[in-house]
């Protein structure tokens, strides 16, 4: 594991820890008074037998019950890559980056052209993610259009699977999908004790705001937990719309749906691998647009992730996203946004690299730029030594006044500390113009066709691969 | 002022307590229902929905200008029948099986409610069976779906065909939106319209019923 990965600088703290309590009180509130509408018949069995208070789908949950779920917090929760080798250690202040999933459209590379989304797209992405260093995770990007619909999200996985070894964030579309999915990780991982002991997989599956389980979101939820497997359960709230407009609200509200689908998850099998977080979205009320970029929804990522520390549980966050309905500045300047502020929260597992459009188009420009501006917020994030050596007295003492520090010993040893871009420009004018006037998106769009016609990911074993294909057969009638 | 301005007044104030009392007090004045209605209610929605289309005003303002009207209309509704009134149009709107996504529909919703068309909004996850009853049921005008996942998306084209073989097709006008559908998409399944946000909605019933 790379220290890089580590926050080496003081987290941005948002929420003193007055007002964390208060959101968390307030939060118990909310659960106690007006609880969550829980559409899923078994889930609500298993809350009343945990004690809750039910009226028909209604389910009140007593604080105890919380604080007792709140105590279960795994440590640490790991996710392997596709061999089963550590990857991401989901804790405190480590940072990891990841795409996201399910957009219906993508710019394609060669045209330029915004078209719809087929299978080839989501290879290609994950044959980009597997090369990028900055890539930690994969998610499928888009929705393939050219399979069978009601089985494509079992088309992603096995696509990315087949051309990534990172970990890897999945949706579902239904239970059965969900079972059939959760069936070719235990086939790569080498069976279901070893994909529980070393999971390279997390489901993806949320609360309905306001205040609801829906049946087949919850039956995922619960199929996860039964198996001990990594869950992300995270609201997608829209403030004034599906949760109050103020910030707070959304975020009390936000919680008390993540915190419901927690107690269930515990209720299940106690320390289940949950991973928290999730979005609070403000929305443009001139067009109507969930912001996927706005300055609202980076505050309050970054009030949630004060309150995931707070609960010690992994923070599901966003960066690399933007409204914009191109690869364009706004494009990249939204992506940095984000970026730089869930690094300096110190989310988790941060998704929606790549997306813009407001997570309905994906753009490989925006995932080569966002990988550069990763590279450059890291080298921000990992902070610098201050000792005898950095401090550099004695060199300072011996150049004196005057001199020159370029054929310096020290300056041999540690220049190379300084990060370097590969796409980030910094060349006099007529170089630039020599080198044929290329603006940052042109040099993101040459990179990832490079990678795509360069790349080739370390294959999946014949076997294995043959036998995903064998069960993805047998589910598409 | 003469009353009707007060009402329309009210309605783009987004006064609820005030367009009920002027109403009220209208109706005992003896002036007509459908003057109520057009010179009014109507009269003040639509000039709010001016003001949302020039980016004067916004979402919430306009929804809560059309809750006031409706503070109105519900004093008058049960009379707009005997008066011979007809109402500008009825609309059934639902987001479709599988597809449990509300927002948007509900803004389409309550902003067609707000320029003067009867809704019934049939809420999410809605089947083809019970977007046929209710189309039948309120002898609806325009039928919307709204669907924002590709895989329900196709199953807009499903209702459109039942709504044909349930020989619907010359009642009723099929329109449909969400994140993901577009114009072509629309065409290819044979929907009578498409909009891509609500105000354009507003505009594309108004247009289909006048023709
Ligand atoms: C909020 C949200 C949710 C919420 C919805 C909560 C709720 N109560 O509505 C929750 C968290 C539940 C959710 C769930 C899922 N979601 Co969702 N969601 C969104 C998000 C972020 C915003 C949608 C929204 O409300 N926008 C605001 C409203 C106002 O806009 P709107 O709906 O587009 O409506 C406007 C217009 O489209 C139009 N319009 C809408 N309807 C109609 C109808 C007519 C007749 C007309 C004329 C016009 C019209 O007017 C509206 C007002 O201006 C979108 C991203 C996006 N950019 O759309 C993803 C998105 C739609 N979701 C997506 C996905 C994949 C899912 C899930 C499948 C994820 C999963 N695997 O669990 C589930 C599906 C659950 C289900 N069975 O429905 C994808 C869809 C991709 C696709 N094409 O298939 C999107 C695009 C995000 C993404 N890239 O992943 N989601």
Redesign the pocket.
């Known amino acids: 594991m790379k220290d890089k990965y580590r926050l080496n600088i003081p987290r941005l703290n948002i929420l003193s820890r007055e007002k964390l309590e208060l959101i968390h009180l307030s939060t118990l509130e909310v659960l106690r008074r007006t609880g969550v509408a829980v559409k899923e018949p078994k889930a609500v069995e298993i809350f009343k037998k945990g004690g809750c208070y039910i009226e028909g789908e209604r389910v009140r949950i007593p604080e105890n019950l919380v604080e007792w779920a709140l105590r279960n917090t795994p440590p640490r929760i790991t996710l392997s890559d596709r061999n089963g080798n550590p990857a991401m250690f989901l804790e405190e202040n480590n940072v990891y980056f990841g795409t ?5 459209n993508i710019v394609d590379l060669y045209t330029g052209e915004r078209r719809i989304t087929v299978l080839k797209d989501v290879e290609n992405v994950s044959k980009v993610v597997d090369y990028l260093d900055e890539m930690s995770f994969l998610m499928c990007s888009g ?1 393939a259009s050219d399979v069978n619909s009601k089985i494509s999200d079992i088309y992603h996985f096995e696509a990315m699977v087949n051309y990534s070894e990172k970990p890897i964030v999945f ?3 239904d239970l059965e999908n969900l079972k059939t999915i959760v069936e070719m990780a235990e086939v790569v991982a080498g069976g279901k004790e070893r994909l529980k002991n070393s999971p390279f997989i997390a489901l ?3 609360p ?2 306001p205040l609801q389980l ?1 049946e ?2 919850t039956q995922k939820l619960m199929l996860m937990a039964e198996k001990y497997l990594p869950v992300v359960f995270t ?2 709230l ?1 403030t004034g ?2 949760g109050p407009v103020t910030i707070a609200g959304g975020l009390i509200q936000g919680n008390a749906e993540i915190l419901a689908g927690y107690v269930l998850a515990n209720l299940i099998n106690e320390g289940t691998p949950f991973i928290y977080g999730g979005g609070i ?1 403000a ?1 443009d009320m001139a067009t ?3 912001c996927y970029a706005s300055s609202e929804f980076m505050l309050a990522s970054a009030a949630f992730t004060d309150m995931a520390r707070y609960y010690r549980l992994p923070m599901f966050s966003f960066a690399g996203c933007s409204d914009s309905s191109l690869y364009d500045q706004q494009a990249s300047l939204e992506g940095a946004l984000r970026i730089l502020l869930s690094s300096l929260s110190g989310g988790n597992l941060v998704h929606d690299v790549g ?1 813009i459009d ?3 188009t994906t753009s490989f420009e925006q995932i080569i730029v966002s990988n550069e501006v990763i590279g450059m917020v890291r080298r921000i994030t990992q902070g610098f030594e201050i000792n005898e050596e950095t401090m550099a007295l004695d060199l300072i003492d011996k150049i004196g006044p005057g001199g020159e520090y370029l054929t310096s010993e020290h300056t041999l040893k540690h220049f190379k500390e300084n990060w370097y871009s590969e796409l980030i420009s910094r060349v006099p004018y007529e170089k630039w113009e020599e080198e044929g006037k290329k603006d940052l998106g042109i040099k993101a769009n040459e990179k990832a066709r490079h990678i795509l016609e360069n790349h080739t990911p370390k294959p999946l074993e014949e076997k294995l691969k043959a036998e995903l294909r064998k069960i993805v057969k047998s589910r598409d009638k | 002022m003469d009353i009707l301005e007060e009402i329309a007044i009210g309605v783009e104030k987004g006064d609820s307590n005030s367009v009920h009392a002027l109403t009220e007090k209208a109706l005992t004045q003896n002036i007509s229902v459908g003057e109520i209605l057009n010179n009014g209610l109507v009269a003040g929605m639509d000039v709010i929905g001016e003001k949302f289309k020039n980016n004067e005003v916004f979402i919430p303002e306009v929804l809560i200008s059309a809750k006031a009207m409706k503070a109105g209309m519900e004093l008058i509704k049960p009379l707009l029948a005997k008066a011979n009134v007809e109402s500008k149009g009825k609309v059934v ?1 639902g987001t479709v099986k ?8 509900r ?2 919703a309550m902003l067609l409610e707000g320029a003067g068309f009867e809704v019934t909004d049939l809420g999410v996850d809605v089947s083809k069976e019970k977007f046929l009853e209710f189309v039948e049921k309120e002898r609806a005008d325009i039928l ?3 669907a ?4 329900t998306m196709t199953y807009m084209k499903e209702v459109i065909e039942a709504v044909e073989n349930a020989n619907l097709k010359q009642d009723v006008r099929v ?7 577009t114009h072509s998409y629309a065409e290819e399944i044979k929907a009578d319209g ?5 105000a354009s ?1 507003i505009d ?1 019933v108004k247009d289909l019923l006048k023709k």
């Open positions: 996201g999933s399910d957009t219906p929705i949706t579902a579309w993806y599956t949320e309905i705001s829906a087949e979101a609201p997608c829209i719309a599906t979205i929305m109507s647009i969930a997306y407001s997570g309905l | 709107i599988g597809d449990l996504h509300d927002i948007g529909k803004i389409v919307g779906m709204s924002l996942l590709t895989t329109i449909i939106g969400g994140a993901p559908i498409y909009a891509p946000d609500a909605a594309l």
